[in-house]
């Protein structure tokens, strides 16, 4: 009776089940690993040579189809990681966790003026893991930048953008520039201060165009000034857009690497005078699988712990200013880092500059003649426009501007020169382009938004709300209060901890007062401030809210005018301190 | 060992350790949430604050403590408990606050105390930006938040105004004149004994027993007409200059400038 039944179900007899079930789990393993026995999985793993002829690792390749998208080997010597670097591995991987998260915050956000900023606090503080979410993104976005400059800098300096491979470094190039525009337009979303003059700012450079200027710059806001239209303008491009256009230029990109030309040896083994029995380890073949698939996955775990160990520490948390406010403009715009150069570049006014060197020559030889071209040579224009696409386009045509068929360092040292020399280029354009150089601010002013700078927090906003409760008081600069502006008051820094972990008086109260009277008798004594006169004051507004005001009076120097400045300052003792 | 299987175990072990972390923020992840929001609304009450202070305090008094014949305190019990049945507002206080601020209120529930008597004063005006006010709905928001911050203070703060001092008699220029310093906003900076408290600008008490003497060369009727329409020409020691508007001139009628002179004239 069993036995009819086996046979009925083609159940082999006991001794045999053994074998049929690993058969059978054999024949799943092949078919989910698009080729590779349990055993073969098992040698894989061990790093052992492959158990059967041909070579199973290679039907991977043509069986499976995120396999076939990789190169079978590379050679040894393109794998050396002083080669590499693994730039172009991590820019792809960064891009690829920027998809992944950024799919996660489109559930929540939304990209509205009047909840897009509304919609950031709630994935801050209402949704599980939202804060990590957000960071990763951020973190992944700056990152990405930085990688792509770094692999596009290491192609460069080791010759890897000439032929065969031109039109890589032009993908390459194109990449590059998705990327930052991906950065630029995700600035845009979270709608607060920080996003909307950075944009504000950007989009103007292309006002000053000729004929299409305007329309170029209501095309990109949506209206004379960013608003509903122009916010899901850069919305659409940031999710949609260039995401794609990202997708197919890397696609393209990698192509040529992974299928045409493969990674570029290192000069020294393609030109250089190696020995053969070198040479040939060079060239030795360095196998997909197990070899490239291993480190991969090793650098992926490796990418991702150091990510989560960055947040982890809190050595970078995404920047959230307050609410865009159109009516009013933060005293320091500050483009993000990456395009401190082109903030650099348009302080820049090549007007001023030439007819300070022409003018002077024009009146040695005595001609009534002076080259007024201010009005012709547009600062905006020239520097906006003119000049970073043109950068530009010479960073693409560097294949078919440099002739030079050596890839050896020593044999291009007018190359390797050039570049060196625009790194500098571009480090002085960003520090030119931060607002701590060439923009001059009223030093009453100045002194007071250091206290307490309209963004972020500053000494001011950190002082522990208990040295500032029922305080009452104010303290004019340049009487003696002693060493501690409140003698008699102790407290707790925090309330459930140590209790004897007092801090007496009020020293950051005290430090913020002493920084304020500094600042301001030096600008008295060096002539910026004459008669002045100032303090700052202390009142409860709220059972737990306090305001704090600086207060500053003074004689204007070029005017003879009496002048005041203040702020208030409003502090909640709930607020966050960044301590 | 060989480097893949170096590469095996490391990554292994990198794997795990970011799980770590991942569990260890998740575990904390609770408490994040709910100490962020309690910031979040004390980032909003300072802001509120600051919106206040900029918008508000000329009607409702620099503390919220309101002004006579202008507008009610926001900081008493009154408002904080029996405010809501009186207008027989349905939901909660904050909304409330935050419904009147949008749209404004056109009639006076309180015309024998506060501004809206006749028709002509001004009532509470609308402040959303979607009403051609000049507030955001974040801004409003955040002063709603901010005057909810005063219910522990007000609980017990019986509302201290009185209708407007010395009733004024509206047939004399001396008297149309104190009608418009209480409904312009004067009284929400500058203090008159009896009529009003404001604590911005400077006193007013015996104005014009010095007045003649503040600048030399203008009578008191001029200086003190000048700093009405141009309150920079002259600035008061110990207070700031731009402080006080500087646009009476183009919302007062050349005839109530008079008449606020006059009763100003009246302040021995």
């Known amino acids: 009776m069993i036995n009819s039944l086996m046979r009925r179900f083609h159940i082999p007899p006991r001794d045999q089940w053994r074998a049929t079930i690993s058969k059978i789990i054999d024949d799943r393993v092949r078919i989910i690993t698009a080729g590779l026995s349990i055993k073969e999985l098992r040698a894989v793993m061990r790093g052992d040579p492959p158990t059967e002829k041909p070579n199973p690792r290679y039907k991977v390749i043509t069986t499976s189809f995120i396999a076939h998208l ?230 992926i775990a490796l990418g991702i712990f150091i990510m989560l160990v960055i947040l982890y520490f809190r050595l970078f948390v995404s920047p959230l200013e307050t609410h865009a406010n159109p009516q009013q403009t933060p005293l320091d715009t500050k483009a993000p880092w990456y395009f401190w150069w082109l903030q650099g570049l348009l302080k820049i006014d090549p007007a001023a500059i030439l007819e300070s060197m022409v003018n002077p020559i024009f009146a040695a030889f005595g001609l009534g003649f002076r080259l007024e071209v201010s009005q012709l040579l547009n600062s905006k224009f020239i520097m906006g426009l003119i000049v970073p696409p043109t950068l530009v386009l010479i960073l693409m045509a560097i294949p078919y501007i440099d002739r030079n068929p050596s890839r050896l360092a020593r044999k291009r040292p007018f190359a390797i020169a050039w570049g060196v020399a625009w790194i500098f280029v571009f480090l002085a354009l960003s520090f030119m382009g931060t607002p701590e150089y060439g923009i001059e601010t009223p030093a009453a002013t100045r002194i007071v938004q250091d206290l307490a700078p309209e963004e972020g927090e500053g000494p001011l906003r950190s002082i522990p709300y208990e040295e500032l409760h029922n305080r009452q008081a104010e303290f004019i600069v340049g009487q003696d209060y002693g060493t501690d502006l409140c003698p008699g008051l102790a407290y707790q820094p925090d309330p459930e901890g140590d209790v004897n972990n007092v801090v007496v008086g009020c020293p950051h109260l005290t430090e913020v007062f002493n920084i304020f009277s500094e600042r301001l008798l030096e600008a008295q004594a060096d002539g910026r401030l004459p008669e002045m006169t100032a303090k700052l004051s202390v009142e409860q507004f709220q059972a737990d809210l306090v305001n704090v005001t600086p207060h500053v009076e003074w004689t204007d120097p070029a005017t003879g005018k009496h002048q005041t400045y203040q702020h208030t300052y409003f502090l909640h003792a709930d607020r966050a301190t960044e301590e | 060992m060989k480097r893949i299987q170096l590469e095996i175990v490391l990554g292994t072990i990198l794997v795990l350790l970011s799980a770590a972390i991942v569990i260890v923020l998740g575990i904390r992840e609770p408490a994040r949430l709910a100490q962020y929001e309690v910031q979040q609304r004390a980032e909003q009450i300072e802001f509120g604050a600051s919106v206040f202070t900029t918008n508000c305090v000329r009607c409702h008094g620099s503390q919220a403590q309101g002004i006579a014949g202008v507008a009610p305190g926001l900081r008493d019990e009154y408002f904080f408990t029996q405010r809501l049945a009186e207008v027989g507002w349905q939901g909660g206080l904050e909304d409330y606050i935050i419904s009147v601020v949008t749209t404004g209120r056109q009639v006076s529930t309180r015309p024998e105390l506060y501004a809206g008597a006749t028709g002509t004063r001004p009532v509470m005006p609308t402040w959303s930006e979607k009403f051609g006010g000049p507030l955001r709905d974040d801004q409003i928001r955040a002063v709603a938040a901010f005057i909810m911050n005063f219910e522990p203070y007000a609980l017990g703060q019986v509302p201290t105004l009185q209708p407007l001092g010395p009733v004024a008699d509206e047939s004399t220029p001396e008297g149309r004149g104190q009608v418009v310093f209480a409904t312009a906003g004067c009284a929400a900076c500058h203090t008159i004994s009896g009529i009003s408290s404001g604590n911005i600008g400077p006193g007013l008490d015996g104005l014009a027993t010095r007045a003649a003497d503040s600048v030399t060369g203008l009578t008191a009727e001029e200086y003190i007409h000048q700093s009405i329409v141009d309150p920079s020409a002259y600035v008061v020691e110990g207070f700031a200059d731009g402080l006080m508007p500087q646009n009476f001139a183009e919302i007062l009628t050349e005839e109530q400038i008079a008449d606020l002179v006059a009763f100003l004239l009246t302040l021995q």
Do not use: C
């Open chain 1, 70 to 299: 990789r190169p079978r080997y590379y050679p040894a010597a393109a794998t050396w990681f002083t080669h590499t670097f693994r730039l172009g591995f991590f820019t792809t991987f960064f891009f690829v966790v920027e998809v992944i998260t950024g799919v996660i915050l489109m559930v929540y956000y939304i990209p509205f003026p009047d909840q897009a900023y509304g919609s950031i606090l709630e994935i801050e503080s209402n949704v599980f893991f939202g804060e990590l979410l957000r960071d990763i993104h951020r973190l992944g976005a700056e990152a990405m930048v930085i990688f792509s400059w770094l692999h596009l800098l290491r192609t460069y300096f080791t010759g890897s953008y000439k032929g065969p491979r031109t039109f890589t470094w032009l993908t390459g190039v194109i990449l590059l520039l998705i990327t930052a525009w991906l950065s630029f337009t995700g600035y845009l979303l979270p709608w607060d201060q920080l996003a909307y003059w950075a944009v504000t700012v950007g989009t103007s450079i292309t006002e000053s165009g000729p004929v299409v200027g305007p329309a170029l710059n209501l095309l990109m806001r949506g209206a004379p000034d960013i608003g509903t239209g122009g916010l899901l303008r850069f919305y659409l491009q940031h999710v949609i857009l260039f995401p794609l256009l990202a997708i197919l230029f890397i696609s393209v990109h990698y192509y040529k690497v992974s299928r045409e030309h493969s990674i570029s040896l290192p000069a020294v083994v393609e030109e250089g005078n190696v020995d053969p029995e070198k040479k040939k380890e060079a060239n030795r073949r360095i196998d997909l699988i197990p070899d490239l698939l291993s480190h991969e996955l090793f650098l």
